[in-house]
């Protein structure tokens, strides 16, 4: 397997991980107080968003050439960090509005 593999292989699975866990946060979302669920609910599209980014780098780097796609790995793992980014201040905002400490350090990795 090449590197361009392997790299398009782990970040696959870590959009399936993120997608797993951005259901489950639209479903805590639910279970909080009204007055919350709107600003949650904004937040949760936001990260959508950047999922749909980050997915949209791989699918880029996806049609590259073996030569090519190096130059689109730095911004591939930039979509990543602010994936990643977004999750951990839902998680944090989430945790000190309604004290679920389920949510702390639970984020996949990067």
């Known amino acids: ?54 997915e949209k780098k791989l699918e880029e780097i996806k049609a590259t050439g073996e030569g090519a796609w190096e130059n689109m790995k730095g911004e591939s793992e930039r979509a990543w960090t602010a994936l990643k980014d977004g999750f951990a201040a839902f998680k944090s905002h989430y945790q000190d509005e309604t004290g679920d400490q389920n949510e702390k350090d639970r984020l996949p990795e990067k």
């Open 1 to 54: 397997m090449s590197k361009r593999e392997e790299f398009v292989s782990k970040m696959g699975n870590r959009l399936k991980e993120w997608n797993v866990e951005l259901d489950k946060l639209e479903e805590k979302v639910l279970t909080v107080k009204s007055e919350l669920q709107g600003k949650y609910r904004q937040q949760i599209v936001d990260l959508r968003k950047k999922r749909e980014d980050a």
